[in-house]
């Protein structure tokens, strides 16, 4: 089979297409003929070694994130069958309920390969099947932006209509939350630093947008948005220089959703005394499991959403989708076809 592999830290300039034996399922294993991938952010660290320890040392095949079609199944396998189309999980050992110290460490492209190869094993509970509107691409594009979202929206926030609901940026995440807060009713406040973007999320139903790199202090404008009342859940994707930002445009009792740290991990000065003055709820959001990923593939299809896709590489351009995302230009997810 081919893969692509991070020979060396550095980047995109550090991945290699090699030839690998090609691998047989076992008895409860399925073999699956991948067809699409997506990147995340995530996979932009790994590719430069910022996991150190905690990720595989040598030719780690990347990405987390992956579509194919079942083309062998054990003989103690009887979930799929052969030509079912199914997703990877984020989490291959988290089937539902609350993750553990194992579970929280069984995620792909890290300390164990993932789906950037044209053939790959799974056990069953490693995957989902596919609902059939969605192509490949647009498939391969969920397991972690899309999960993500629905966890910080609907999971575990329990957000409703009538909610006012804040997206930073317009990557996978951000667009994911706005498709599902429009879903279920919500009004949302959108933040970009390109006004052509913001004109982008606009169409895509954003109700209020916000140009961050003209008004430093978007927190209060997004408050005066919601009348001085503050917003209900904001997706903090942004970490150390928008954290403050957020904490103050949330309302009394509202939720932070800590999903990424783009701008720096740290923060310094974390306002803790605003957290626990005004009851503000921060909750971690780490994707999900596989039963809430079932969940939010019956929702999509019941509303036939449709990821929005960047744009798509081949695979043997691998390297230049990860500069693609790492330039920062990308509106919605950057996809490979393998």
Known sequence: MKAVVIRKPEGPDGLEIVTLPNPEPGPDEILVRMAAASINYRDLLISIGAYRSRQKAEDLIPLSDGVGKVVKVGAAVSEFHVGDRVSSLFFRDWTGGEPDNRTIESDWGRDTDGMLCTLKVFKPHNVVKVPDYLSDIEAA???????????????????????????????????????????????????????????????????????????????????????????????????????????????????????????????????????????????????????????????MAAHQIKPVIDKVFPFEASADAFRHLKSGAHFGKVCIEI
Request: hydrophobic share 45%.
């Open 141 to 299: 594009s969920l397991p972690c932006a899309a999960l993500t979202a629905w966890n910080a929206l609907i999971g575990d926030a329990q957000s409703k209509p009538g909610d006012t609901v804040l997206i930073q940026g317009t990557g996978g995440v951000a667009l994911f939350a706005l498709q599902f807060a429009k879903m279920i009713g919500a009004e949302v406040i959108a933040t970009s630093s390109s006004d052509e973007k913001l004109e982008r999320v606009r169409e895509l139903g954003a109700d209020h947008l916000i140009n961050y790199a003209n008004n430093l202090d978007w927190g209060k404008q997004a408050l005066e948005i919601t009348g001085g009342r503050g917003v209900d859940n904001v997706m903090e994707l942004g970490g150390k220089e928008t954290f403050k930002q957020s904490l103050i445009s949330v309302r009394p009792g509202g939720t932070l959703s800590m999903i990424g740290v783009l701008s720096g991990a740290t923060f310094g000065n974390a306002l803790l005394p605003f957290v626990v003055s005004r009851k503000v709820r921060m909750q971690g959001v780490t994707v999900g499991s596989r039963a809430d990923m079932q969940s939010m593939l019956r929702a």
